[in-house]
């Protein structure tokens, strides 16, 4: 019954469409309790529900989307940001395919970038050796006088002393994260080109 009477309106609107301009609109919505409405404009209430508009051959002829729910922004934004990063991978696998030949061209420029974190590290290391040297002496220097000298008499320790002792404990330890940088960016490196190797593997069906 309910379907008939929805038709019947339709009838009605369509067989009434000459009494209207060419450019009338008739709008078509269907509200929170599935009660379809028609209309030449919609009210407030109703404007954030999805809207067909109807010509005047009952033909639905653009559709006015609704005000989407978080779910659906939700969704939109995974479906996004799963797009991006597919076209990211379709670009990394083009600079993969362009700038390299073979395996062994990969595996080159791997070892190439090892030596130098290894070179850097060597430096880092001998500098290290060095700069300990020099903190023992400053502390061999510094137990003749408080607070490294517990006895009473001990004199006070010298202001440049003291600054020469803090500086050189503060470059060993710059010097010491950046060794254990060295390393880390040595075992991501390897990491990167490895997983190089085995995308380029893929695309050459070389697997």
């Not at 989307?65 to 939700?74: D, F, I, P, Q, S």
């Not at 070179?119 to 060095?130: G, I, K, P, S």
């Not at 137990?143 to 000298?149: Q, S, V």
């Not at 075992?187 to 997983?195: C, K, L, N, Y």
Request: glycine letters at 4%.
């Amino acid at each position: 019954m309910k379907l008939f009477r929805i038709t019947l309106i339709l009838v009605i609107c369509i067989l009434a469409g000459p009494a209207f301009p060419q450019s009338s609109k008739l709008y078509r919505w269907v509200d929170e309790d599935g009660i379809v409405h028609f209309g030449d404009s919609v009210p407030p209430e109703y404007s954030k529900l999805e809207q067909q508009v109807i010509n005047e051959h009952g033909i639905t002829v653009d559709v006015i989307r609704g005000k989407k729910t978080a779910e659906e922004l939700a969704d939109e934004a995974q479906v996004q940001q799963l797009r991006k990063k597919r076209e990211l991978d379709r670009r990394r696998d083009q600079a993969l395919l362009a700038t390299y030949l073979t395996i062994e061209e990969i595996q080159m420029h791997r070892d190439r970038r090892v030596e130098l974190f290894q070179a850097q590290a060597r430096v880092t290391e001998l500098y290290l050796t060095n700069l300990r040297r020099r903190m023992e002496m400053l502390l061999k220097e510094a137990n003749e006088f408080k607070p490294y000298n517990t006895e009473q008499n001990a004199p006070i320790i010298g202001t440049e002393l003291a600054q020469d002792i803090k500086t050189t404990e503060a470059t060993i330890a710059r010097h010491e994260e950046n060794l254990d940088k060295f390393a880390s960016d040595e075992q991501a490196i390897v990491a990167r080109f490895d997983g190089n190797i085995y995308r380029f593997r893929q695309l050459k069906g070389l697997d």
